[in-house]
């Protein structure tokens, strides 16, 4: 494609500025709007990302690529939420949806969910909001949680309390709980993409943010 083509131009011109690109695996490309490479949008990476591979002076760069047209109107806030939602996506991550049950008071049985409202976590940069962290779910996908971080809840337990760290906080230790996984049952519905013949096991995902950072 012609974004690719680009990406390939302006790796060759970095790399007779002796610039080492073969050290890096995701390229952010800024650009003007005029150049339409992203089709109209102000920004643009598929699920882990454009990959490209280009010989250089260094050797082979191969790195996946993001898109984001910075024009002048864009405040610098829109464009650094902008960069970290499209490395969200580079990443492997997908949007952070919301669901609308229509008895708030209760999110219903396994297998019964809502249409989704694409963008719809106002918390979250994956969401519509290109100040807010990765949510715990998105976090832990990446690795950036660990088992350890995480209290795994059955779906059976009442009455009982937890105490986690806000999210969007730096962790007091390797091992802070950061948030909550509860098990609600296997939803017979779905399958696992990755592997067809697993079940699919539905989680409840609770977090806590602060207001500030």
Known sequence: TEALKAAANAVDIDSKQSIDLTQYNRLFIAHDPSTNFCSGAIGQSGLGGSCMTKNTSHGAVNASTDWDSWSGSISLEVRIGIAMHEAGH?????????????????????????????????????????????????????????????????NNVNGSSYLIEPISKPMSSPTAKKALRVFRGVDTSRIVRTDPNSIYKDYLWVETRSNAG
């Open 90 to 154: 580079s990443l492997g991550l997908g949007h952070a949806d919301m669901l609308r049950f229509p008895d708030l008071s209760r999110i219903g049985p396994i297998g019964s969910l809502p249409p989704s409202v694409g963008y719809g976590d106002g918390y979250d940069v994956m969401g519509f909001d290109l100040r807010g962290h990765f949510n715990a779910h998105h976090q832990f996908q990446l690795g950036w949680l660990t088992p350890d971080n995480v209290i795994n809840v059955n």
